[in-house]
């Protein structure tokens, strides 16, 4: 009997060993941090880009802002003075004659690291856009980081650097999707099927979308633009065909079921700029024939609603 409970003590103390050898095991692959080696790899950062880039994209819109008129240069310096270490220049470079306003700063995704010691490790050379009165300026923030993993204690640890705008290349040339159904966009087009679509995804007028949708409709299209822009009008419509079909035979047939795509572009009336003000915005409509009825317009409902239309018209 001894010899029994012996074994038997023996049996547990080895499986709690094991169970405690293994339970420390997983605590300690869940405490694993990325070494030196693995960040170097897979190129990696534990910098805090997006904190950086917004704080330098911060910074610049207040360097970049010239008032010459008298106290708007002190007030200029003090919040310079927020961000900066000492050594920094404090007054950003601006010799305090002339005027320019910033409309919109913003970290580009491009930064360099500061290999300096004593800033190495915790600094990047983060690029930043600013869009002035003046036109677009691209400037580098030295920025640094005293705690990275909290992204707190943030310091603009030198001057700024003009730097070249963007290099532009020439577009190849385009080619459209397949051939336009021009009865097919005309017929859509007079039977007010755009026109009334579009009013009613513009107020976002759901009682009124559910006529030109389909079921299955993506968000964005069931949503709208909730009055943001106002009175639609259709301006150019292309509805695509098949790619490959040709219609020097005649009129293609389209069957219930089948899906197209129709570029349109719109004008737009923007309360915010004026009652007078319109904007032209070009969309990709995704197209499901649905039923067959004596009208275009009843038989196509939409499934999707993308912004933007490549160009077609050169390189």
């Given at each position: 009997m001894t010899l029994v409970l012996s074994a038997c003590l023996v049996v547990v103390g080895i499986v709690a060993y094991l169970a405690?050898?293994?339970?420390?095991?997983?605590?300690?692959?869940?405490?694993?941090?990325?070494?030196?080696?693995?960040?170097?790899?897979?190129?990696?950062?534990?910098?805090?880009?997006?904190?950086?880039?917004?704080?330098?994209?911060?910074?610049?819109?207040?360097?970049?802002?010239?008032?010459?008129?008298?106290g708007a240069n002190n007030q200029r310096e003090a919040q310079l003075e927020k961000y900066v270490s000492t050594g920094t220049d404090p007054t950003c470079g601006w010799n305090g004659t002339g005027a320019q306003t910033v409309v919109d700063t913003s970290w580009t995704g491009e930064s360099e690291?500061?290999?300096?010691?004593?800033?190495?490790?915790?600094?990047?050379?983060?690029?930043?856009?600013?869009?002035t009165s003046a036109g677009s300026r691209i400037v580098a923030v030295p920025v640094y980081v005293a705690n990275l993993?909290?992204?707190?204690?943030?310091?603009?640890?030198?001057?700024?650097?003009?730097?070249?705008?963007?290099?532009?290349?020439?577009?190849?040339?385009?080619?459209?999707?397949?051939?336009?159904?021009?009865?097919?966009?005309?017929?859509?087009?007079?039977?007010?099927?755009?026109?009334?679509?579009?009013?009613?995804?513009?107020?976002?007028?759901?009682?009124?979308?559910?006529?030109?949708?389909?079921?299955?409709?993506?968000?964005?299209?069931t949503t709208g633009l909730g009055g943001t822009v106002t009175e639609p009008t259709i301006r150019e419509v292309r509805v695509f065909l098949p790619k490959g079909v040709d219609t020097s035979g005649g009129p293609y047939t389209w069957k219930t079921g089948m899906v197209t795509e129709a570029w349109v572009w719109v004008n737009w009336r923007s309360p915010g700029s004026g009652?007078?003000?319109?904007?032209?915005?070009?969309?990709?409509?995704?197209?499901?024939?649905?039923?067959?009825?004596?009208?275009?317009?009843?038989?196509?409902?939409?499934?999707?609603?993308?912004?933007?239309?490549?160009d077609l018209k050169g390189g």
């Open positions: 405690f050898s293994l339970g420390y095991g997983i605590r300690k692959d869940n405490t694993y941090q990325l070494s030196s080696a693995d960040i170097a790899r897979f190129r990696l950062t534990e910098f805090p880009l997006e904190q950086a880039g917004r704080f330098a994209a911060d910074y610049a819109r207040i360097c970049l802002t010239h008032d010459a008129t008298p690291p500061i290999n300096v010691p004593g800033y190495a490790g915790k600094s990047r050379m983060m690029t930043v856009r600013a869009l993993s909290s992204a707190d204690g943030m310091r603009i640890v030198g001057d700024l650097g003009e730097m070249p705008q963007p290099n532009l290349a020439a577009a190849p040339e385009p080619k459209a999707p397949a051939n336009v159904d021009g009865g097919l966009g005309d017929a859509l087009t007079e039977g007010e099927f755009f026109q009334q679509f579009f009013a009613a995804w513009g107020a976002s007028n759901a009682p009124a979308l559910q006529r030109f949708v389909t079921p299955d409709a993506t968000s964005r299209t009652s007078g003000a319109v904007e032209t915005r070009a969309y990709r409509l995704q197209l499901v024939k649905t039923t067959q009825a004596s009208s275009p317009s009843q038989e196509w409902a939409v499934r999707d609603v993308r912004g933007g239309v490549p």
